[in-house]
């Protein structure tokens, strides 16, 4: 930083105190600034012992934005349950209303922001792997990295009260030109696996086969959504750095993320976009009905033939692609909505796909809004979906946590963007969860669909280091 960028920021610093002490309450300082390039996996591991516990990461598909967080200046969190989502953008805007913000670029995603999840569902069993998290945690970090196709952006993010906390602000200066001045990231420490146990697997397809039967006795519910666990061990403590590295280059066309929290980080690559906000404009994605990859071109065309073709995945989608419409036309005009699936094709697996575009009535409609009302998509929950919830209470036995529920990012002028939290795991010590879910409907057959979770345990189980299912 220079003498001139620093003392602007120090100016800028001092016109916050002098508002906090006006107001007579702490309000949020928020600096950004323009960065040579910067690695974000470097960015992430750099100053891992002063930020373990309070960092995240988070990359799209076509890398046109990455963010990454060190730090929380404020934590937000709710054990609420129904009101998780309002909760959440009470205290933001609670925390932004006053906040004095210093950036110049037109970027989003720069600035102050939030970054986090939510549960999946507040009412399922509560298992200890879980304890750390509440139904809601962002965090608003303290060092932010920004890159998109324009440049690299930091910003600085700091709560303030009085002229003491000039002391946190040098600090932080002092270690982002520590970060910067890094020409590398740190050495990660391998560890190796202990053990890998797929969770009852035999009680799974026992569970699966009886929600089938439910499923032909009751005509009202269509599908739900059975998830399903695995449990890894290893010789040492796990580290994110190490997994969020092998995702990068494993998984790169994914929605990349992590979460940490206390001796917690939920990660994962996902393919779903949940939905994103721009401004005026809203995507959102239906993705639903699942096959195989083979690496064998001929085969690989011929499998996804199939699935588009078949008439199972093929409802299943619909079943998406109606719901999500529906929620998509109370808060949109202009909706556009394509008339018949395409393939995605991941790594391990390919999957029926149906964008969504849509511009918002009401400027001040908030992307959680949206993502409550999304949330569970029938790809996650089932069709209709408070009938399914309970069945997945009843017959799953599993506390998904923030598997398969929004995860993603807020910023102070109202854009964000949520993806669905799958192909995902949450690492705790010398462990790591890992979670799967497949779409029962009347004619599943529960050992395809055991099949099925096997292929989604793979990304993650890849990135931890484990064997091929």
């Not at 959440?88 to 805007?93: G, K, L, Y």
């Amino acid at each position: 930083m220079t003498s001139i960028q620093h003392s602007k920021i120090e100016t800028e610093f001092e016109i916050a105190v002098s508002r906090a002490k006006d107001k007579e309450y702490p309000i949020l300082f928020s600096y950004t600034e323009i960065l040579n390039n910067m690695n974000p996996l470097s960015f992430y591991s750099s100053a891992k012992q002063l930020f373990q516990g309070k960092r995240f990461f988070w990359k799209v598909p076509d890398d046109e934005t990455i963010i990454v967080g060190l730090g929380s200046t404020y934590t937000l969190q709710t054990s609420l349950g129904e009101h998780r989502f309002e909760t959440i953008q009470s205290e933001w805007n609670d925390l932004i209303k006053d906040a004095h913000i210093y950036n110049p670029y037109n970027v989003q995603g720069t600035g102050p922001l939030i970054f986090g999840g939510f549960s999946f569902d507040p009412d399922s069993v509560e298992e200890p792997e879980w304890s750390s998290f509440t139904n809601a945690l962002f965090h608003l970090p303290e060092l932010m990295l920004v890159i998109d196709k324009q440049g690299s952006y930091l910003t600085i993010n700091i709560r303030c009260s009085s002229i003491k906390d000039k002391d946190r602000l040098a600090q932080l200066l002092r270690i982002k030109e520590q970060i910067l001045s890094s020409s590398a990231s740190e050495n990660i420490l391998k560890v190796d696996i202990h053990q890998e146990k797929e969770v009852n697997p035999d009680a799974w397809k026992k569970a699966v086969a009886d929600v089938v039967r439910l499923l032909n006795d009751d005509n009202e519910v269509r599908k739900v959504v059975m998830a399903r666990k695995m449990n890894v061990t290893f010789n040492g403590e796990i580290s994110s750095d190490h997994v969020l590295n092998h995702l990068w280059n494993e998984q790169h066309e994914s929605f990349i993320y992590a979460l940490e929290w206390l001796d917690s980080c939920f990660t994962g690559a996902s393919p779903e976009r949940l939905v994103k906000k721009i401004g005026d404009n809203i995507l959102s994605a239906c993705i639903a009905g699942s096959i195989k990859r083979d690496k064998d071109e001929k085969k690989d065309v011929a499998l996804g033939q199939a699935l588009l073709n078949d008439e199972k995945n093929r409802q299943e989608h619909q079943f998406v692609v109606s719901m999500i419409q529906e929620i998509m036309n109370k808060y949109c005009h202009d909706l556009e909505i394509a008339s018949e699936p395409t393939l995605m094709k991941m790594r391990d697996i390919q999957h029926l796909f149906t964008p969504v575009k849509g511009t918002v009535k009401n400027k001040n409609t908030s992307i959680l809004s949206i993502a409550k009302d999304l949330h569970p998509t029938p790809a996650m929950g089932g069709v209709p979906t408070t009938d399914a919830m309970q069945i997945i209470r009843e017959v799953e036995n599993m506390d998904r946590g923030f598997y398969a529920a929004p995860i993603g990012w807020l910023d102070y002028q109202g854009n964000g963007e949520f993806a669905v939290g799958i192909r995902s795991s949450l690492i705790k010590g010398k462990e790591a969860f890992l979670y799967a879910g497949c779409g029962v409907v009347a004619d599943s057959i529960p050992e395809d669909e055991y099949f099925e979770t096997r292929i989604k345990f793979r990304p993650m189980l890849r990135a931890l280091g484990g064997k091929q299912l």
